[in-house]
């Protein structure tokens, strides 16, 4: 079973614009991580927040954390066409990370 | 500093068949991770090996069995292949055991006809 899910699944874009993706989950944590994946090639980290905070900047990245809400959302701003890939969420849980679905994101040029 | 390698990249097997899949974590990891993606979907944690030993295991059927050896290094292996079992199996290393960044390979990509 999936711990998060994202939402959308899938979000188009023009070159420029922000793209926000949202992930809830359903239980307690102690960190949450977005992963982004180019098309069937392997995960790669994008940030990680832990529970006690609220927001976390890297880069054009902002990540927010709810614990109240159990959400969680990603925003890229001032996207580039190299931007388009699979962005996934991913929570704790007794030594392993759980993954979402995934948003399908498309930058077009 | 090398990254996190796997093997075979490709392979295509009948059903029925027996694979082995291979892993080298990253340079400084002890802890090694297995997931299963199915096309169009997430990452599902199949185990994890930590000191040779499996620490942690998901909802997989006991038809898929892992090893890790002295030099951290993890082999997943599936018997009695089934059509469903095709995916693009990935690697994750990381350090010790908290739940911090993993570090993933580039996958096998599995094929079962």
Known sequence: SQQGEED????????????????????????????????????????????NEREKHSGRLRVTLDTSKKSSSLLITASRAADTASYFCATDSSYKLIFGSGTRLLVRP | DAGVTQSPTHLIKTRGQQVTLRCSPKSGHDTVSWYQQALGQGPQFIFQYYEEEERQRGNFPDRFSGHQFPNYSS?????????????????????GANTGELFFGEGSRLTVL
Request: aromatic share 6%; net charge neutral; charged share 10%.
């Open chain 2, 75 to 95: 082999e997943l292996n599936v018997n009695a292949l089934l059509l469903g079992d095709s995916a693009l199996y990935l690697c994750a290393s990381s350090l």
């Open chain 1, 8 to 51: 959308p699944q899938a979000l188009s874009i023009q070159e420029g614009e922000n793209a926000t993706m949202n992930c809830s989950y359903k239980t307690s944590i102690n960190n949450l991580q977005w992963y982004r994946q180019n098309s069937g090639r392997g995960l790669v980290h994008l940030i990680l927040i832990r529970s």
